[in-house]
């Protein structure tokens, strides 16, 4: 993930973990990504990769705070270091600055953008508001409406915190409405710290050891896997094939045993780091600490700093330090222990490291597991998943007329309430 901008942003989203990493630059003045930097990172990332599609991700901060000149040089870059590739650029905005001109240009060089919306006008303007306490919703609004006038292919970033995940059925219905046919659900979690770290940050790392607590905004546990079986009953009942919503491919790749296509789920990461706007390179877009500072591709070719012994100990560390609790849990091929970032409680016997979602993830994976193992079926015979549907909704009326101690209508021989019957 590449940030041009670093953690600057017209926005000041209450919940965002990112901004006050200007704290680890205090001499900063100067939050561009310098020309010389840029040449650099395309050169070698596009030097370093063994197959023809090389995809660049740009974020921030807010990326579009660059303006369209900078992006009119990556394309430029791109195409003299790369002329025989096939170049992918992905584009996380909040959509407050895009126009006509912004648009245009996405669609003549087919950027894949995100947009930031967290739901209907009252749900995304509690937290995403302006630096003057200003609601954005209208503006987001309307830069949805230039991407949509320009035909731009885009999905929705939607951060799932206390409020949101209250009205998951509302989100997912409003998302729909303006068009979202790839939707991601990014579970916002964070503790603050009693004091600040050394390194003035008050959003701490798993490994701080002084006084934390989780943030009034972070998603609860229950609250998040409700959320998911919410729009998954809802999406297996009508959208398979229509509308695609990340975690849920995800779990279907789990259950086809294929390797995970989000680093949260795989059972060792490292792959996912982040550049920070001077060059600094880091572990991971949520490990940006001094301590995960890996160096600096001004200084360290790119490939080496990816390739270097703390980025594979880093890696490795996810699944080498994973508690035993976890190691034995039924839904661990799907989940993996999740990402490290949220692992900070102790199991029931006192091992550290336990995800804190995960009671959210466990009533999610076993929510979804009598439709993610006929998916995965109709795949392995060349058949159609989108056929869950009329198997969800023959297994729905199965659910209604189920009374607790029956046994369970997903195929499981055990009694109803203490299967799918936990979470319905």
Not at 236 to 264: A, H
Not at 311 to 332: N, S, T, Y
Not at 394 to 401: D, E, M, P, V
């Amino acid at each position: 993930m590449t940030k041009p901008t670093g953690p600057i942003c017209n926005l000041d989203c209450k919940y965002c973990f990112y901004l006050e990493k200007e704290r680890l630059y205090p001499g900063a003045r100067n939050w561009k990504m310098a020309p010389e930097t840029l040449e650099s990172y395309i050169r070698q990332h596009i030097e370093a990769q063994t197959i023809n599609e090389v995809t660049f991700a740009w974020q921030g901060g807010e990326p579009t705070l660059m303006g369209l000149d900078y992006y009119r040089k990556v394309v430029e870059l791109q195409k003299r270091y790369g002329p025989e590739r096939r170049i992918i650029n992905a584009f996380q905005t909040n959509g407050v600055l895009l126009d006509d001109e912004w648009c245009s240009f996405f669609a003549e060089h087919e950027f894949l953008v995100g947009i930031s919306l967290d739901g209907p006008e009252g749900l995304h303007d509690h937290y995403r508001v302006d630096r003057g306490g200003r609601p954005s919703f209208q503006r987001v609004m309307r830069g949805l409406e230039f991407l949509h006038k320009h035909q731009v292919d885009f999905n929705t970033l939607t951060v799932v915190n206390d409020q949101n995940s209250r009205q998951p059925l509302e989100v997912y219905r409003f998302l729909k409405s303006i068009g979202s046919l790839v939707m991601q659900f990014i579970p916002v979690v964070e503790r603050v710290a009693e004091s600040p770290a050394p390194d003035g940050l008050n959003l701490v790392s798993p490994q701080h050891g002084g006084q934390a607590r989780v943030s009034d905004w972070s998603v609860r546990p229950e609250q998040y896997g409700n959320f998911l079986c919410r729009i998954f009953d809802e999406w297996v009942l009508k959208d398979v094939g229509q509308r695609f919503v990340q975690l849920f491919d995800i779990t279907l790749e789990s259950y086809m045993k294929m390797p995970q296509s989000l680093c949260w789920f795989r059972e060792r990461c490292g792959a996912a780091l982040a550049l920070e706007h001077n060059g600094d390179l880091y572990s991971c877009d949520h490990f940006v600490y001094p301590e995960n500072r890996l160096g600096n591709i001004l200084e360290s070719p790119l490939l080496s700093l990816v390739n270097s012994e703390p980025q594979k100990i880093f890696g490795d560390a996810k699944a080498d330090a994973l508690p035993g609790q976890c190691r034995q849990c039924e839904v661990r091929f799907a989940c993996n222990g999740e990402c490290p970032k949220h692992r900070f409680l102790r199991t029931a016997d006192g091992e550290e490291g336990l995800n804190y979602l995960c009671a959210g993830y466990l009533q999610f994976f076993r929510h979804v597991d009598p439709y993610m193992r006929f998916m995965a079926e109709q795949l392995k015979a060349k058949r159609s998943p989108a056929e869950v549907m009329k198997y969800a909704v023959a297994l729905y009326k199965g659910f209604t007329q189920a009374g607790r101690n029956d046994f369970c209508p997903c195929g499981k021989s055990i009694k109803y309430k203490k299967c799918c019957g936990r979470t319905r």
